[in-house]
């Protein structure tokens, strides 16, 4: 019997054989399958996680350090007064401050107080800086890790602690206080012969004491200028209104010679003498007032109209031979200067 050519020729050398499988008509052919590798596998992860753990464990390293070697310092970035201390031991700040500010603390501090601008002696006010308390102040170098690297590109100013004799500082400030209170001015207008000039208002100010105090405790090792406050003392009329009625009466009054007529004989004002009767006051309004002084307008032009005057007379009784006689009164004649003295008041 013929052996079928479809079969190996002895079972004995039969070896195994897979089914090969042809994808169907219509099918793309599979790729064959592999099994995933886990991503600590992949070389360039694993590098990559190495390099960062190291960076990681020198950060902590160097945290650690750093916790050790700045124990009792102050806090990095700090400074006092304008002074870098942030850092350094205790000690060593303590020294640093005194060096930079002892000659400073011994200066008259500069103050300013609404537009006075003065000084007030530190050893008058009692004044000193508590060194100890200034650093206690700053604190210690911060725990948390993100905090002391910002700490490197940054500073904090923390200021002083400062002390007053509260005697001393109070009879400093009262001294002030008689240079710096003043009553507002109100403004008006002043000649100079018949030129009319504007006289600017200038409001008042006072000083708040209990603040002012304060401040200076607070900021006088500065080595600035301590601003003080001020409570500001408003005028009545304002720059406008000085300068509206400057321009609407007191020009146009004195623009040339004054005409009074009197019985007979006239008298004449020249614009100087009308700027010697003329004052100016502040209206409850806002307004500036224009007013003509009556007494200053007769004594210009009463000499001019002496002679149309004339003294009345009463009547009386009188004896002539022994004989009473009546003698007739006579009316007398004299100028009404209120009348005549009338003039514009207000600017519009």
Known sequence: MSQDPRWPESHSEQTDILPVVRPMAGEAAQPPTTSPKSPWQRPGLRKGAIIAGSVLGALVALYGIDLLISQGSVPRGVTVAGVDVGGMGRDAAEQELRGKLEQRLTNPVQVKAGDFVGTVPTNVAGLTLDWPGT??????QPLNPFTRIGS???TREVG???HGDDGKLT?????????VDREPQEGTIRFDKATPVAVEPRTGQKLDGGVATQELLKNWASGGVVELPVAVVPVKVSPEAVHATLEQ???PAVAGPLVIKGEGKDAKLTPEAIAGTLVFEAGDSGTLN????????AEAAGPQLKSTEKEGKEAQVVFDAG???VTPSEEGLAVNWEPTSSAPTTAS
């Open 135 to 140: 650093l206690d102040q700053a604190g210690s």
């Open 290 to 297: 224009a007013k003509v002084d009556q007494g200053k307008v």
């Open 323 to 325: 004989q009473p006689t």
């Open 152 to 154: 490197f590109f940054s």
């Open 249 to 251: 009466v007191a020009k």
């Open 171 to 179: 009879a400093a400030v009262e001294t002030l206080r008689a240079k």
């Open 160 to 162: 002083v602690v400062t």
